[in-house]
């Protein structure tokens, strides 16, 4: 398993393991693929179309959210949440982003967290779910 997996104990007998998504390309291709709105948070999803069946999954919260404190801690939920549901409702070879909310996110229940993150991945792996149209972002500052 690499250093980036995802392990705990409760997810061994998993069908698939996780991965984190750390590179900006990552997140740019799930930005132009499937997008579902929960009350919580942002899902975005892609089939990446290789033989590698670990799902990828990645989080972010901006400025928006709050300060640092604010965005780990809403960071920290989601995690969790992605844990718990993500192996057995993801699908392998898939990636995820998962973007949180301002208020929402951190103050939502976790209990109504989850269901929001199971509502949101039957959403998008619904029949004849189609990639939304991403519009073209801006060139990168440096």
Request: hydrophobic residues 35%; proline residues 8%.
């Amino acid at each position: 398993m690499t250093d980036d997996a995802i392990s705990t104990p409760e997810a061994e007998g998993s069908p698939a393991s996780l991965r984190v998504l750390r590179k900006r390309s990552q997140f740019l291709a799930l930005n132009r693929q499937i997008r579902v709105s929960a009350k919580s948070f942002m899902l975005q999803a892609r089939d990446r179309d290789d033989d590698d069946p670990t799902i990828g999954v990645g989080f972010t919260c901006s400025k928006k959210v709050g300060n640092a404190v604010a965005r780990n801690r809403a960071k920290r939920r989601l995690r969790e949440a992605t844990r718990l549901v993500l192996p057995d409702l993801g699908r392998a070879g898939w990636d995820y982003a998962l973007i949180g909310w301002q208020d929402s996110t951190a103050d939502r229940p976790f209990a109504d967290l989850l269901g929001d993150l199971r509502d949101a991945l039957a959403k998008a792996h619904a029949p004849g779910r189609r990639p939304n149209p991403a519009p073209a972002s801006p060139p990168r500052r440096r």
